[in-house]
């Protein structure tokens, strides 16, 4: 299974955001230059976590993203859902149905056995993301992180984050 490079965008902006003070907004295009990617292909997913009640957007010139709730709301599964939509990444198109000398329907009244077992493993993968928090990431970020991973992102913040507009 291959998720998009999406994915990894907005849960490092996510993460990113969690940082912010109190009434602190960040830009899309300091959260692009902060991961080295593109503005616009960043606020497409940005959008998809402002619809999944992910991030609030908050218009005008002082404006931008903070997080809609606390981190401990937000689960890896809700941004690839966000992100990548709700359907399975395996989708079966009964291709068994297909091609010569084709069988009669009475052999394909039971569900197709592969499409079982990929959907009983995409089960499994979304569990174990709905059982992984934004906040459990950041936790364990700080449990490794020698303090060079915190002070850069927090020189970012200092120098990036904007007071949002009341």
């Known amino acids: 299974m291959k ?8 849960i490092h902006s996510v993460a990113m955001l969690a940082g ?5 907004v960040l830009s899309a ?6 991961h080295g990617v593109s503005t616009s292909y960043l606020l497409k997913h940005l959008q998809a976590l402002s619809g999944a009640g ?13 997080l ?10 809700d941004i690839v859902l966000a992100v990548e939509g709700p359907e399975p990444a395996f989708r079966c198109s009964e291709i068994r149905q ?18 079982a077992a990929m959907l009983k493993a995409e089960r499994v993968y979304r569990a174990e993301l709905a059982k992984t928090s934004i906040a459990d990431i950041l936790a364990q970020l700080a ?9 850069r992102g927090c020189a970012f913040l200092e120098t990036n984050e904007r007071r949002a507009a009341r």
């Open 3 to 10: 998720l998009g490079d999406g994915v990894e965008q907005a």
């Open 20 to 24: 912010l003070s109190e009434g602190s």
């Open 29 to 34: 295009a300091a959260l692009a230059e902060f």
């Open 54 to 66: 992910i991030v609030n957007p908050v218009p005008g010139p002082k404006g931008g993203y903070k």
């Open 68 to 77: 809609a709730k606390p981190t401990e709301d937000i689960s890896l599964l």
């Open 98 to 115: 297909r091609g010569p000398n084709q069988l009669p329907g009475r052999y394909f009244t039971k569900p197709c056995q592969i499409s």
């Open 143 to 151: 449990a490794d992180d020698d303090g060079g991973i915190a002070a």
